[in-house]
């Protein structure tokens, strides 16, 4: 069956700091790849996308590229900013958005 | 963007007693919506999927006797933890998906607690 693994937190860096959060994941076939954020006290939000290999989803300066040949989909950010303290939320599909399996969440710290 | 509420945002209850918890996609017609459970420093599971008007599909090892789901309506689902008992105490999180793209918008959660 499909899973996802990311890696355990709390990840606390220091403002400007570089940022990655690895992801790795099993599936049948060509599956499309999420990253979601959840900010304290609010839903999941979908962060980025990809939806095939060596496809790079990007938004608010985050960025993941899929890379098929090692099955994963790290998150990267090159400043991070207390802002962007939060859980994100590796997942991944293998039908359109139908069914989503998610990672177990990484909790970001960032202090200024 | 879509906006998805929960409600209650948390909720005590004794064991033994029933607990309904409102899924509402406020700005959107939602045809289909998801509820997942979430432990402590664990992943999403997704518990079921319902559509509009029709009975709700349930993963594997879901109990549908004791979580009921109603979607009656385009823009609210309800979960209905029955005879609730201690280890039904998690996080429940519903999600909402309309017609018009595929993307799932996410409630913020219930935090359920069953003494």
């Known amino acids: 069956g499909n899973s996802v693994t990311q890696m355990e937190g709390p990840v606390t860096l220091s403002e400007e700091a570089f940022l990655t959060i690895n992801c790795t994941y099993t599936a049948t076939g060509y599956p499309s790849l999420f990253w979601y954020v959840q900010y304290p006290g609010e839903g999941l939000q979908l962060l980025l996308k990809a939806t095939k290999a060596d496809d790079k989803g990007s938004n608010k300066g985050f960025e993941a590229t899929y890379r098929k040949e090692t099955t994963s989909f790290h998150l990267e950010k090159g400043s991070v900013q207390v802002s962007d303290s939060a859980v994100y939320f590796c997942?991944?599909?293998?039908?359109?958005?139908?069914?989503?399996?998610f990672g177990k969440g990484t909790m970001l710290l960032v202090s200024p | 963007g879509a906006v998805v509420s929960q409600h209650p945002s948390w909720v005590i209850c004794k064991s033994g007693t029933s607990v309904k918890i409102e899924c509402r996609s406020l700005d959107f017609q939602a045809t289909t919506m998801f509820w997942y459970r979430q432990f402590p420093k664990q992943s999403l599971m997704l518990m079921a999927t319902?559509?509009?008007?029709?009975?709700?599909?349930?993963e594997q090892g879901v109990e549908k006797d004791k979580f009921l789901i109603n979607h009656a309506s385009l823009t609210l689902s309800t979960l209905t933890v029955t005879s609730a008992h201690p280890e039904d105490s998690s996080f429940y999180i519903c999600s909402a998906r309309g017609d018009y793209n595929n993307e799932q918008f996410f409630g913020p959660g219930t935090r359920l607690t069953v003494l």
């Open positions: 997942a991944l599909s293998d039908r359109g958005y139908s069914t989503l399996t």
């Open positions: 319902s559509n509009e008007g029709s009975k709700a599909t349930y």
